[in-house]
C-alpha cells in the first residue's frame, strides 16, 4: 500500500513541505519547510531572509525558483541534505506530526505532485519521489528514538 500527499487540505497535507509547520534552524524560525528549502538555494544572505520572510510558502518558492540571483554552484550535492534537515526538524518539533507519521508505519509515502519528478512522483508515476523517501528515513530514525 502506499499514501498519497500532496495539497495541504488534502489526506496527509501535512507532510507537505506548504503545511503551515515551523522550524528552527540555525537561530532562526521559518515559518514552513519550503521557506526553509527555498532560501538554502543562495548564498546571499539579504535574499535568504527575503524568502524566510515570504508571506506565503508558495511566494518562498517562487522566490526560490527565481534566477535573478545566482543559485549555489554546489546545491544539487547538497539538497537532499538540506530537504532532510527540515522534514527531520519539523517532525520533532511537532510532536502530533511525529505521531501521525509513525501512524504510517509499513506504507510506502509518495508525494503525488504532477510536475515534480525529482521530489515527487511526477504526472505518470516515474518520479524519483525523493521526498516520500526522506519522509520514511525520518519515521524510521524517529521509531529508533523512542
Not at 495539497?7 to 503545511?19: A, H, R, V
Not at 535573478?68 to 539538497?79: A, G, Q, V
Not at 510536475?115 to 529508533?144: F, H, M, T
Amino acid at each position: 500500500m502506499a499514501i498519497y500527499f500532496y495539497t495541504t487540505k488534502g489526506q496527509y497535507g501535512e507532510f507537505s513541505n506548504f503545511s503551515n509547520f515551523g522550524i528552527k534552524v540555525g537561530g532562526l524560525w521559518w515559518p514552513t519547510t519550503e521557506h526553509y528549502f527555498q532560501a538554502q538555494k543562495f548564498e546571499n544572505e539579504q535574499y535568504q531572509e527575503a524568502i524566510r520572510l515570504a508571506r506565503t510558502p508558495k511566494r518562498a518558492a517562487e522566490l526560490g525558483r527565481s534566477r535573478k540571483l545566482p543559485m549555489r554552484d554546489d546545491w544539487s550535492e547538497f539538497r537532499d541534505d538540506v530537504m532532510k534537515l527540515a522534514v527531520l526538524k519539523k517532525f520533532k518539533t511537532h510532536k502530533k506530526l511525529g505521531d501521525l507519521l509513525q501512524g504510517t508505519e509499513g506504507e510506502r509515502l509518495v508525494e503525488n505532485a504532477p510536475g515534480d519528478y525529482y521530489w515527487g512522483c511526477g504526472a505518470d508515476g516515474s518520479g524519483e519521489n525523493k521526498l516520500g523517501q526522506i519522509l520514511e528515513e525520518v519515521r524510521s530514525e524517529l521509531k529508533d528514538k523512542t
